[in-house]
């Protein structure tokens, strides 16, 4: 009886790690989810971003397109392309997922707020620690830049 308690407790934490979204139920096995559930229908290819992004807005929008870069410590952030030398920097809704690390060259579909915004040097660095660059690149970063940023409630991977 002990056995049963021990394994029956086991197999409920192991569960209770995944980090899709409650109540997904993918039909495709080839697709997984994180953070809030979302469809897939009605997403924007990523490069067609600033066919829908004005200057100062910020908009609720579903894109499409290729993972970039996925941050190597934790998959708290992921970059994918928005034209044909911008990205954006996709970061999560409050910190409650995180996608895998090596996501990078995958195709996912996002779901959540687009917007504009300065990040400050040491938001920089951050990241750039993060990404693992070099102390060289690290050190080299010394002006805030205007980025465009999306803060995913949910996210498919391909």
């Known amino acids: 009886m002990k056995n049963l308690l021990l394994f029956?407790?086991?197999l409920l934490m192991f569960s209770s790690c995944k980090q899709t979204a409650a109540?997904?139920?993918?039909?495709?096995?080839?697709?997984?989810?994180?953070?809030?559930?979302i469809d897939l229908d009605g997403s924007i290819a990523s490069t067609a971003f600033f066919d829908h992004f004005t200057a100062g807005d910020s908009i609720e929008m579903k894109m499409t397109g290729e993972i970039k870069e996925v941050c190597q410590k934790k998959g708290c952030w992921m970059s994918m392309p928005i034209g044909a030398d911008d990205e954006i920097f996709v970061r999560f809704k409050d910190y409650g997922f995180f996608v895998p690390?090596?996501?990078?060259?995958?195709?996912?579909?996002?779901?959540?707020?687009?917007y504009k915004e300065v990040m400050t040097v040491e938001e920089l660095k951050h990241y750039a620690f993060d990404a693992?660059?070099?102390?060289?690149v690290i050190a080299?970063?010394?002006?805030?830049e205007v980025s465009y940023t999306f803060m995913a409630k949910g996210v498919v991977i391909e």
């Not at 690390?101 to 687009?114: F, Q, S, V």
């Not at 693992?132 to 060289?136: F, H, L, T, V, Y």
């Not at 080299?140 to 805030?144: D, G, K, L, R, S």
């Open 140 to 144: 080299a970063i010394t002006e805030p």
């Open 8 to 10: 029956l407790v086991s």
């Open 23 to 37: 109540g997904d139920s993918a039909t495709d096995s080839s697709l997984e989810y994180f953070g809030e559930s």
């Open 132 to 136: 693992g660059e070099s102390d060289e």
């Open 101 to 114: 690390l090596n996501a990078d060259g995958r195709i996912a579909t996002i779901e959540g707020w687009a």
